[in-house]
């Protein structure tokens, strides 16, 4: 079993940072990709960002290129998903995902292990 735990969320103001933590527990070696996905008040859970546990393999969706980063500490079995320049458009709760297999998945049907979510407001 894998445990996934969110943390870092907050209120900010547009153009405000953020960083979310992701902490993985439980049967790590099992883990070979991260995902984050956010889920706005009646709307679809969409996908932010993945990792592979190497960080040889990192896909971001359109909408946050270039403002959000994602990175993994494998020796701490943590993972990290940077937020600059956020948009009122960011709030959502965000959620972080764990899953074995053999690709970076923005789709978040592959994904085994959810953690709660962490929720980010952003305010104009």
């Known amino acids: 079993q894998v445990q996934v735990v969110e943390s870092g969320g907050g209120s900010v103001q547009a153009g405000g940072s953020l960083r979310l933590s992701c902490r993985v527990s439980?049967?790590?070696?099992?883990?070979?990709?991260i995902g984050w996905f956010r889920q706005a008040p009646g709307k679809e859970r969409q996908a932010v960002a993945c990792?592979?546990?190497?960080?040889?393999?990192?896909d971001y969706v359109d909408s946050v290129k270039g403002r959000f980063t994602i990175s993994h500490d494998n020796a701490k079995n943590i993972n990290y998903l940077q937020l600059n320049s956020l948009k009122p458009g960011d709030s959502a709760m965000y959620y972080c995902?764990?899953?074995?297999?053999?690709?970076?998945?923005?789709?978040?049907?592959?994904?085994?292990?959810w953690g709660q979510g962490t929720q980010v407001t952003v305010s104009s």
């Open positions: 995902a764990a899953r074995d297999g053999l690709y970076c998945s923005l789709s978040p049907a592959p994904y085994t292990y």
């Open positions: 439980g049967d790590t070696d099992s883990v070979n990709y």
């Open positions: 990792i592979s546990r190497e960080m040889d393999s990192i």
